[in-house]
């Protein structure tokens, strides 16, 4: 099991960009597909952003396509969400999230299949 704290978050005007980081515990980090998450107040948490094992294959919803970007720097154990273009319907808790195992590829990182969550951060964007 991986123990993940994220940071980044903060309030930013609308068309503004931010970066969370996601810094994770264990040897094993790069066996683990990795995700980020967000939940706003009254809502469900929703998927925003997947990456693969090695770092070569990402996916997001499609609310954020063009404007975020996941990474990661596995020599460094860290994952990161760049956020570009903010808009306020973007505002939420961002959560870091890694699959249960490493069977869970990085197109099935779903609420379902994640074994670790981070404590989330919280991201605001004014109009």
């Known amino acids: 099991q991986v123990q993940l704290v994220e940071s980044g978050g903060g309030l930013v005007q609308a068309g503004g960009s931010l970066r969370l980081s996601c810094a994770a515990s264990g040897r094993t980090f790069s066996s683990y597909a990795m995700g980020w998450f967000r939940q706003a107040p009254g809502k469900e948490r929703e998927f925003v952003a997947a990456?693969?094992?090695?770092?070569?294959?990402?996916y997001y919803a499609d609310s954020v396509k063009g404007r975020f970007t996941i990474s990661r720097d596995n020599a460094k154990n860290m994952v990161y969400l760049q956020m570009n273009s903010l808009k306020p319907e973007d505002t939420a808790v961002y959560y870091c999230a890694a699959g249960r195992d490493s069977t869970v590829g990085w197109r099935q990182i779903t609420i379902a299949t994640i074994g670790s969550w981070g404590q989330g951060t919280q991201v605001t964007v004014s109009s």
């Open positions: 990456i693969s094992r090695s770092g070569l294959s990402t």
